[in-house]
């Protein structure tokens, strides 16, 4: 199921608890897998209990609260694969849990490029501090490798401003970790997956 779905399904029935998953793309399995969200509330908070298939293993059920959620940080294994979930939520009011997402999406819309070819944030935010802040301390926004570029909006998000290829964006990547490494002091670590390309 998409996340923007079930999403919807709880404000259609006035039930609130998933407002920060709003606007965030991707399925339900998907999220819990990266306990999506913002950097302070996440989907896990929201979950009462999971059905996994562990391949060679079988199927297992977890309580919500057997599995440590954090940002972008769950204790599932990476083999598990997630079936079914089942989410607590509280019954709230329609028009206060619309206002709320429509405002963070507003939020959303005005500090990230939205409508452009991006995997979202690239780099976890260490400790308190911001990753797109420190990218841009370095001079780093708009910097471009072939199709990739450091967004002019957003300097967490690498735009693909046209045929970019992967190699393009890993290219950008890791010039940009370097570059705060450097200058800052600050060893950033990707937020996103690489696929065919050593981490
Ligand atoms: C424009 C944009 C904005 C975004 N904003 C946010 C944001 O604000 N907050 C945030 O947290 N994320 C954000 N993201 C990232 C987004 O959450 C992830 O891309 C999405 O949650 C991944 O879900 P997916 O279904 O696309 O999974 P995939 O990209 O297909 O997979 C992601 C990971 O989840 C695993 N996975 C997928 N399905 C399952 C499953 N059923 N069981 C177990 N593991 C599974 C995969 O193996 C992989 O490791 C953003 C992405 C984009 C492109």
């Known amino acids: 199921m998409l996340l923007a779905r079930l999403v919807n399904e709880a404000l259609k029935s006035s039930f609130a608890g998933l407002e920060c998953c709003v606007g965030i793309p991707g399925t339900v399995g998907g999220a819990i897998s990266m306990d999506a969200g913002t950097r302070h ?5 929201a979950v009462r209990d999971l059905v996994v298939l562990d391949p060679g293993r079988g199927l297992r059920r977890y309580e ?24 607590e939520l509280e019954s709230g009011v329609k028009e206060a849990i619309g206002r709320e997402m429509d405002d963070r999406l507003r ?5 990230q490029p939205a409508g452009k070819a991006t995997c ?3 780099f976890r935010n260490p400790g308190d501090r911001s990753s797109g802040e ?8 708009g910097f471009r490798v072939g199709g990739a570029q450091v967004s002019e909006v957003h300097s967490n998000f690498i735009v693909n401003v046209g045929g970019a290829s992967a190699a393009d964006v890993v290219a950008v990547m890791r ?7 450097a200058r800052q002091g600050v060893d950033l670590q990707p937020e996103v997956k690489l696929l065919g390309f050593a981490s």
Not at 76 to 87: D, M, N, R, Y
Not at 134 to 141: D, F, V
């Open 41 to 45: 509330e996440w989907i896990g908070r």
């Open 64 to 87: 919500g609260s057997e599995i440590e959620w954090g940002y972008r940080h769950t204790s599932l294994g990476p083999s598990e694969i997630v079936l079914e979930a089942t989410f």
């Open 120 to 122: 979202g944030s690239v």
């Open 175 to 181: 010039h940009v970790h370097d570059e705060v490494l």
């Open 134 to 141: 420190l990218i841009e301390s370095c001079g780093l926004k």
């Open 107 to 111: 939020r959303r819309r005005q500090s």
